[in-house]
């Protein structure tokens, strides 16, 4: 049987986790925390108060008017307004230093793309039943359990770009771009990441006929017809940080090492400069496997280097799900991340309000008790 020694530290452990999950708030005007040194000052003057007090009260002849001079309650009843009016003095105080904290809030974004390899290698067999079915069918899922204001749009690479579905907040229509994947040679997840930035921002000076894709370079008609690609390009905006553009963000899976086209690298450095963060997911287990078609084989292998070096340039996320349930966790994760994110945000509203109600209370129990106010 362990002894209580070897199991402190396993417990101390699990309370300093603890308090290092608890949010710390800092401080726009941290100047204003030296008012809080007024709170000791004020105690000792209550202290005061109450000694002086009582010495007043031996002062008169009769015992009676005595013990009606200190209250016929309970001593501690006439501490506790007096506490509370403290405390709501304090947090009023730490309000007006405008605390500010790292808080779970609705996600702002609106627009999700998903860029899905749609390449051969989706044909392996090491993720049941194969990659390109698991990625159908937790994709779908993905979609259900996002928030229904959020559009979502499919864009499918293989070795070109298409846009299977333009952002829309119809899931019929997604789950039918979804379902219409063809398999197809080559691996250019450069150009899907490129598209995906395109369909965001058109006529954004991202030019995609260039690159083989979109209504021109595609090999069949695309949805991105319906843009107008037409119009006069805009200049490309400045460059802003990393993953501040909070309206919009791209989820890219793939399974295999690019191939073609458009470095991954320099796509994502268009997207870090938009601010669009790039979550990347890597389908396949490390190992890698073997597929074989029309007489050829090859060994496919996930680019997890890559991957995670894009993620990171965006300020987001790599994943990796080397099975149907792993994929399905890396949905779920993504999901919950998406419709709810954490931001630092100003809190002196919540000090303010527990300051006014600490007074509330204070100035009520004074009333209920005493007929007085505090």
């Known amino acids: ?25 800092d401080f726009l005007w941290p100047q204003m925390l030296w008012l809080l040194l007024a709170l000791p000052l004020l105690v000792l003057f209550y202290v005061w108060m109450q000694g002086r007090r009582r010495k007043l009260a031996v002062r008169y002849a009769s015992l009676s008017l005595v013990r009606e001079a200190m209250g016929s309650g309970p001593g501690w009843r006439r501490h506790l307004p007096p506490l509370l009016l403290l405390l709501a003095l304090a947090a009023m105080l730490l309000a007006a230093a405008r605390p500010v904290a790292v808080i779970a809030l609705p996600s702002q974004q609106q627009t999700i793309i998903l860029a899905i390899d749609v390449s051969a290698s989706m044909r392996a067999t090491d993720v049941k039943p194969n990659r390109l079915v698991a990625a159908q069918d937790s994709a779908k899922s993905f979609i259900a359990q996002l928030p229904r204001h959020v559009r979502v749009g499919v864009v499918a690479f293989a070795g070109s770009a298409q846009v299977a579905q333009l952002p829309t907040q119809s899931r019929d229509d997604l789950m039918a771009a979804i379902d219409s994947f063809q398999l197809q040679r080559g691996t250019a997840t450069g150009n899907g990441l490129m598209l995906s930035l395109a369909t965001l921002f058109p006529n954004s000076g991202i030019d995609i006929a260039s690159l083989g894709m979109g ?6 008609p695309s949805p991105l017809d319906s843009l107008d690609t037409d119009a006069p390009a805009k200049k490309p905006p400045p460059p802003v940080a990393p993953g501040s553009y909070t309206s919009a963000a ?10 073609t086209g458009v470095d991954p690298m320099d796509a994502a450095q268009i997207a870090a400069d938009r601010g669009v963060r790039v979550y990347t997911v890597g389908v396949g287990t490390r190992e890698g496997d073997t597929i074989g078609f029309e007489g050829w084989s090859m060994r496919v292998r996930l680019d ?10 965006t300020n987001a996320e790599y994943f990796f799900a080397g099975s149907a349930p792993d994929l399905k966790q890396v949905y779920d994760t993504l999901s919950s991340r998406l419709a709810v994110e954490k931001r630092e945000t100003e809190v002196s509203a919540l000090f303010a309000l527990v300051g006014a109600a600490f007074a509330l209370l204070a100035a009520t129990l004074s009333m209920w008790w005493f007929h007085r106010v505090a």
């Open 1 to 25: 049987m362990p002894t209580p020694e070897l199991n402190a530290p396993h417990w101390l452990d699990r309370w300093t986790t603890f308090w290092s999950a608890v949010p710390v708030p």
């Open 215 to 220: 209504p021109r370079g595609g090999p069949r």
């Open 250 to 259: 791209i989820v890219m899976l793939t399974d295999g090492q690019r191939t």
């Open 304 to 313: 997890e280097d890559t991957l995670k070096a894009v993620a990171a340039k």
